[in-house]
Nanobody, 126 residues
Framework: VQLQASGGGLVQAGDCLRL?????????????MGWFRQAPGKERDLVAA????????AYADSVKGRFTISRDNAKNTMYLQMNSLKPQDTAVYYC????????????????????WGQGTEVTVSS
């Protein structure tokens, strides 16, 4: 299973970015997906998660109303639309695949995700 994350970059506060994560080697449509981020010196935290049926997204409180997670099963790709970016959003963003197929709901626990992308760096300047 391989995950390829892309779309990061250097932007200014208030700008937008869209991250993508393409998955191969697993039946994408059967698995929930998540975006996590890790800032320097901090733990890896959940940003958003979406279940296999494209419903019940979950978001970290810090990004609610600004970020939107979505998926296109036809393209085996998950997205994270990030609007109104803030300097505190600066981190390496990782995508990950749920270890269980067709889970009811979503999981926000990093150890419930068994495959991870390489990370894409987002830097937001003030």
């Amino acid at each position: 299973v391989q995950l390829q994350a892309s779309g990061g970059g250097l932007v200014q506060a208030g700008d937008c970015l869209r991250l993508s994560c393409e998955v191969s080697g697993r039946t994408f449509s059967a698995y929930g997906m998540g975006w996590f981020r890790q800032a320097p010196g901090k733990e890896r935290d959940l940003v958003a998660a979406i279940n296999w049926s494209n419903s019940r997204p979950a978001y970290a409180d810090s990004v609610k109303g600004r970020f939107t997670i979505s998926r296109d099963n036809a393209k085996n790709t998950m997205y994270l639309q990030m609007n109104s970016l803030k300097p505190q959003d600066t981190a390496v963003y990782y995508c990950a695949v749920d270890r269980f197929a067709r889970r009811l709901g979503v999981t926000t626990l990093h150890y419930e995700y068994d495959y991870w992308g390489q990370g894409t760096e987002v830097t937001v300047s003030s």
